[in-house]
């Protein structure tokens, strides 16, 4: 009887010092990775019906993660394409979303000084 307690024990200290190590591990990478580069998503004329699609994947998949950036999807959506605003807004409650200005205006010209 001794040694079914005593091997159940064993199994049981192993399984906890194995989850214990993993944690550990994990921990450790996400402290490791670059937090520096960010996501972003242009959005194309006409791509209204894909974009919630292409975002929830985004985000089930992690890519944010594994492409090692700040966790939050940047998306430049032209001002004309109100459908697709409306779906981001409405994304932007479940998923780290921002929605960045209009393409033209966040490129600027500076030989023109």
Same mark, same amino acid.
């Given at each position: 009887?001794? +040694?079914?307690?005593? +091997?159940?024990? =064993?199994?049981?200290?192993?399984?906890?010092? +194995?989850?214990?190590?993993s944690?550990?591990?994990?921990?450790? @990478?996400?402290?490791?990775?670059?937090?520096?580069?960010?996501?972003?998503? !242009?959005? &194309?004329?006409?791509?209204?019906? /894909?974009?919630?699609?292409?975002?929830?994947?985004?985000?089930?998949?992690?890519?944010? /993660?594994?492409?090692? +950036? #700040?966790?939050?999807? !940047?998306?430049?959506i032209?001002? #004309?394409?109100?459908? =697709?605003?409306?779906?981001?807004?409405?994304?932007? /409650?479940? !998923?780290?979303?921002?929605?960045? &200005? #209009?393409? @033209?205006?966040?490129?600027? #010209? !500076?030989?023109?000084?």
């Open positions: 009887m001794d +040694t079914l307690v005593l +091997t159940i024990l =064993s199994v049981l200290a192993f399984i906890g010092l +194995t989850y214990l190590a944690s550990f591990l994990s921990w450790q @990478n996400s402290r490791i990775s670059d937090k520096c580069c960010k996501l972003i998503l !242009y959005i &194309p004329q006409g791509s209204e019906a /894909k974009l919630e699609g292409i975002i929830r994947r985004i985000f089930l998949e992690q890519i944010p /993660k594994k492409l090692m +950036t #700040d966790g939050v999807v !940047y998306v430049m032209p001002e #004309d394409q109100q459908e =697709s605003l409306k779906i981001a807004e409405m994304l932007k /409650k479940d !998923y780290p979303l921002v929605v960045l &200005p #209009d393409f @033209n205006h966040v490129l600027y #010209d !500076y030989k023109e000084k």
